[in-house]
T-cell receptor, first 112, second 116 residues
């Protein structure tokens, strides 16, 4: 079982659609959680951290359920510029040197 | 912000040669730098963690004698792919943290390596 698993893609949606990405992680000792965005042939960029209380940044909402070891990202009113690969990332904890474990990514394509 | 650069951005080399990739933190001192590799259509895989002045810690399955890491200063880490082969062709990305490895990682723009 992969340490971080994401929805297989790609997701092809029209502009304005709402799209949800799901992610599960296997290490219950994981301490922090993130969503990164990666454009084609570029480095990943931090989109947002994810907290148990849920957090929102404009059109983006992230949720964490520690009991289920589940992370989600909701994008509302999607734009063409949201097209990218979205990476679910988990920090496995201080005792392991703060390693980031990346999911395989879910590709999103927003069409006009 | 925290800026991390990598050089070169892309390199093409012949099989059997060695390639050095530099990772620099431009506006902060990086106590820890991480090296990742990403094959096409796959996610980033951590190769090794390096701390200034000490030996790098390699992930399982990564050959330390093939991927030499030197973290000689608080702003520079280098990855040398020795005796490169076509299967080493990949996107190599470094990241750096300011204070401790548990802090936010700032990623470099990556180096695309093609071994012929």
């Amino acid at each position: 079982r992969k340490e971080v698993e994401q929805d297989p893609g790609p997701f092809n949606v029209p502009e304005g659609a709402t799209v949800a990405f799901n992610c599960t992680y296997s290490n219950s000792a994981s301490q922090s959680f993130f969503w990164y965005r990666q454009d084609c042939r570029k480095e990943p960029k931090l989109l947002m951290s994810v907290y148990s209380s849920g957090n929102e940044d404009g059109r983006f909402t992230a949720q964490l359920n520690r009991a289920s070891q589940y992370i989600s990202l909701l994008i509302r009113d999607s734009k063409l510029s949201d097209s990218a690969t979205y990476l679910c990332v988990v920090n496995v904890g201080y005792n392991q040197g703060g390693k980031l474990i990346f999911g395989q990514g879910t590709e999103l394509s927003v069409k006009p | 912000g925290a800026v991390v650069s990598q050089h070169p951005s892309r390199v093409i080399c012949k099989s059997g040669t060695s390639v050095k990739i530099e990772c620099r933190s431009l506006d902060f001192q990086a106590t820890t730098m991480f090296w990742y590799r990403q094959f096409p259509k796959q996610s980033l895989m951590l190769m090794a963690t390096s701390n200034e002045g000490s030996k790098a810690t390699y992930e399982q399955g990564v050959e330390k004698d093939k991927f030499l890491i030197n973290h000689a200063s608080l702003t520079l880490s280098t990855l040398t792919v020795t005796s490169a082969h076509p299967e080493d062709s990949s996107f190599y990305i470094c990241s750096a943290t300011r204070d401790s490895p548990q802090e936010t990682q700032y990623f470099g723009p990556g180096t695309r390596l093609l071994v012929l």
